[in-house]
């Protein structure tokens, strides 16, 4: 009985202490997937388009205990403001700051990322979920490092 409670809460929590922006930190349901905003995927129709420079970023060594940070630039390539809902990082080793307000077409934002390396020796790969009104509502970015004392 007691592993199970134990097993369910290991499940729960996440194994890399999992940090998650919150919903308080996540813009209304129905301005993410409100028509004037997002657009429908018919023909004609205005719709937002999150295009990033690059996707992954390779911090190279870095001494444990550092915390270093990338931003992932990017554009609304669409003809609709684009809105980011939520971006999410896979483990609470890594933190995005994203902007909150609409984008608007052809306006270029960023996504900032910090990685703190204390405890992470070793070859250390991430991901970054961001969830927005884009065409593809879901894009995955990533950093790495190799963490050395």
Known sequence: MLWSVVLMIAILTGGCG???????DQLPADLVTNPG???SKSKGSPVAQIVFTK?????????????VFWNYR??????????IN?????????????????IGPGEEGRIKVTFDSQGRLGRQVKRITVISNSERPSHVL????????
């Not at 939520?86 to 609409?102: H, I, L, M, S, Y």
């Open 86 to 102: 939520r971006v999410k990082a896979d483990c609470g080793c890594t933190v995005p700051e994203f902007p909150r307000t609409p």
């Open 55 to 67: 996707d992954n970023h390779d911090f190279g060594v870095v001494r444990e205990g550092e915390k």
């Open 37 to 39: 905003t997002a657009g």
């Open 142 to 149: 990533s950093i790495s490092a190799l963490v050395e004392r």
């Open 18 to 24: 999992n940090r998650d922006q919150g919903d308080d």
């Open 74 to 83: 990017f554009t609304n390539e669409g003809t609709a403001p684009l809105v």
